[in-house]
């Protein structure tokens, strides 16, 4: 199971939010990049980075962070927030991106995004299934898409995704634990989809039961940030049984 620890960004600095609630903001280190290089040095390999002003602007807005993590470290990045247009996919690959999070834009232009799996791939493209109450929420979780997640996850394995994020919106940034099964339903449903779990770990037996489960990577934010997880207890998630 890959460990993906996660920073967002708001005007450039990396925050937390709670529940998706941008006036539940926190703000952990005015350069995300310092923060990248300490999940580098503690020996993590990816990284979910979120440009939550992009997500609710409806463009990818904060460039010089994506740019100066890619340039600056090794990290494997998948980045998110608001990407609209297939220049802005190409320009983030081009920065060093290693995959794109689609989310509104997969709700609403379900077309455009078969074309852009067919061009740059699908190991490239992760799907965003941004939940509450099984509920699909666009537009940095400001709305509600009237779209089941079932029939969402449905389409798109039709399409040939195969990476898809799953955030409980109701868990995210509480610290209250991961929907482990909403996770397992989903697992049962849909086998052959590399499930990442996001939202809501809180401990090291979270990560132990979403590896159990079966999931195929797990985001962690908060956690780390508050001192719940240490960095280095990351590395021991892998390396010894459930």
């Known amino acids: 199971m890959k460990i993906i620890p996660a920073i967002d960004i708001i005007n450039g600095q990396?925050?937390?939010?709670?529940?998706?609630?941008?006036?539940?903001?926190?703000?952990?280190?005015?350069?995300?990049?310092?923060?990248?290089?300490e999940f580098e040095k503690a020996g993590l390999v990816y990284l979910h980075l979120v440009d939550l002003d992009g997500a609710k602007q409806g463009k990818v807005t904060n460039w010089e962070v994506v740019e100066a993590i890619c340039k600056n470290t090794t990290l494997q990045v998948d980045f998110g927030g608001g990407i609209k247009t297939k220049?802005?996919?190409?320009?983030?690959?081009?920065?060093?991106?290693?995959?794109?999070?689609?989310?509104?834009?997969?709700?609403?232009?379900?077309?455009?995004?078969?074309?852009?799996?067919?061009?740059?791939?699908a190991d490239k493209i992760i799907l965003s299934a941004d939940v509450r109450?099984?509920?699909?929420?666009?537009?940095?979780?400001?709305?509600?898409?009237?779209?089941?997640?079932?029939?969402?996850?449905?389409?798109?394995?039709?399409?040939?995704?195969?990476?898809?994020?799953?955030?409980?919106?109701?868990?995210?940034?509480?610290?209250?634990?991961?929907?482990?099964?909403?996770?397992?339903?989903?697992?049962?449903?849909?086998?052959?989809?590399k499930l990442i779990a996001s939202g809501g770990v809180s401990c090291l037996d979270d990560l132990k039961q979403l590896k159990a489960a079966g999931l195929y990577g797990v985001i962690v934010g908060k956690a780390i940030y508050e001192g719940r997880i240490d960095l280095a207890q990351l590395q021991t998630i892998n390396q010894s049984p459930c």
């Open 87 to 121: 220049s802005e996919i190409r320009q983030l690959l081009e920065l060093g991106v290693k995959q794109v999070n689609i989310g509104s834009v997969a709700v609403k232009e379900p077309e455009k995004v078969s074309i852009w799996i067919d061009e740059f791939g």
């Open 133 to 193: 109450e099984e509920q699909i929420a666009i537009s940095g979780w400001t709305e509600t898409a009237g779209l089941s997640l079932q029939d969402f996850l449905t389409n798109y394995q039709q399409i040939g995704i195969t990476y898809v994020t799953c955030t409980d919106i109701s868990k995210d940034g509480m610290l209250a634990g991961p929907n482990i099964i909403l996770y397992k339903k989903l697992l049962t449903q849909f086998p052959s989809l």
């Open 14 to 37: 990396c925050v937390r939010l709670s529940q998706g609630d941008y006036a539940q903001k926190r703000v952990y280190e005015t350069d995300p990049l310092v923060v990248a290089s």
